[in-house]
Nanobody, 117 residues
Framework: QVQLVESGGQLVQAGDSLRLSCSAS????????MGWFRQAPGKERELVAA?????????YYRDSVKGRFTISRDNVKNTMYLQMNSLEPEDTAVYYC?????????WGQGTQVTVSS
C-alpha cells in the first residue's frame, strides 16, 4: 500500500511560480510511474504531466503546460515535484499525485492551486 501526500498548493497571482511536492511512503517509489493530474470545478480530471519509473528518463506534458511546467522525481527522498512557472488563471485546480505500476495505482488527497488574474 502506497500513501501519497501532496503539498505546496496556494493562492498566487498570474505569472507567479509554485512548486508542488508529492511525498510517497509504503512502497518502492522508484518502481512507479508517477503523474500529476488536476481537476477544476465542473471539469473532468486531466493528466498534466507524468514521469517514468526508475530514473524518470521519459516525461509527458499536456500541451497547455509545455514550456511552463517541469516534472521531476527524487528516488532517494521518495518525492515527486511539479515546478510550475508563468501560472495562468486556467491552471486553477486541485492537483493530485498519482502512482501506477503493472498491478496497482494510488492517488493522493490533492492540493489546491488558485491563480488570480
Amino acid at each position: 500500500q502506497v500513501q501519497l501526500v501532496e503539498s505546496g498548493g496556494q493562492l498566487v497571482q498570474a505569472g507567479d511560480s509554485l512548486r508542488l511536492s508529492c511525498s510517497a511512503s509504503g512502497g518502492t517509489f522508484s518502481r512507479y510511474t508517477m503523474g500529476w493530474f488536476r481537476q477544476a470545478p465542473g471539469k473532468e480530471r486531466e493528466l498534466v504531466a507524468a514521469i517514468s519509473w526508475g530514473a524518470g528518463n521519459s516525461r509527458y506534458y499536456r500541451d497547455s503546460v509545455k514550456g511552463r511546467f517541469t516534472i521531476s522525481r527524487d528516488n532517494v527522498k521518495n518525492t515527486m515535484y511539479l515546478q510550475m512557472n508563468s501560472l495562468e488563471p486556467e491552471d486553477t485546480a486541485v492537483y493530485y499525485c498519482h502512482a501506477v505500476n503493472t498491478w496497482y495505482n494510488y492517488w493522493g488527497q490533492g492540493t489546491q492551486v488558485t491563480v488570480s488574474s
